[in-house]
């Protein structure tokens, strides 16, 4: 584990910014035998208030966990909101982290994946955690987060290309919140299609992103997502601050 030091003072807050922070490589270990690699960042001083567990865009289409949301997450948030932030690779995934045993498993194997970092963060007793789920990450985490003792879900570009209606409509009543983060030009589900796929679930906490595209490149559309991810787990620091030290 070691501390990793803060750009110099009143530096705006870049694409490559990373703050603060305890970070550990870790490895997960699925129930199928396999070995995950990761990475957990905490806040630098005390404890986190809350818990990312952050699932990937599409391994075959270059999803890891550096995808730059997810990297970001945990190069702002520990500082930024006091969250920890558990990022990984699915299985048959390579990053500079290095690679996930195992092959893609087409959002249904990933099922161990998830568990496996759910188990993790409770292990470590990090408190209040949540999913968030990019694009294909929005599949796992729809079709398998029920199962497991966390908050809720945030949805990031769901493409709702492998979830079936009836795995939408499980979140309904179920006691887990659910929030999607749809971007009005998204490549997959825009605005008007996402609410009536999601209208299973009434009580969806919905958000449309003007302007906003599937894979939120620039740092307008990075601020945004991570200031509504901030909104659900620690709403009292908004407004991100945009230069550090803030």
Known sequence: MHNDQATTEGDEIRGSTLLPAR???????????????????????G??????????PLPTAGGFMDSHIIRK?????PALADLAVLRFNFRGVTSPRGTSDGEFGH?????????????????RLLPNPWLLGWSFGTEV???HGLAHDVVGAILLSPPLHRTSEDEVAAWADSGKRLVAVIPELDDYLRPAEARERFSSVPELDFVAVEGGKHL????????????????????AVLPLPTRWPA
């Not at 490895?27 to 990761?38: F, I, K, Q, R, W």
């Not at 404890?47 to 990937?56: I, N, Q, S």
């Open 73 to 77: 997450a945990a190069a702002r948030l």
């Open 216 to 235: 939120w490149v620039g740092e307008n559309q990075t601020y945004r997502v991570l200031s509504e991810i901030v909104a659900r787990l620690n709403p």
């Open 47 to 56: 404890d986190p208030v809350a818990t990312l567990v952050c699932l990937h």
């Open 141 to 143: 985490a729809l079709k």
């Open 23 to 45: 970070r550990e490589n870790i490895e997960l270990t699925t129930a199928d035998g396999l070995t995950l690699v990761g990475e957990l960042s905490l806040p630098e001083h």
């Open 107 to 123: 959002g249904d194997l990933e099922r161990h994946d998830l568990a496996a970092a759910v188990a993790f963060a409770a292990a």
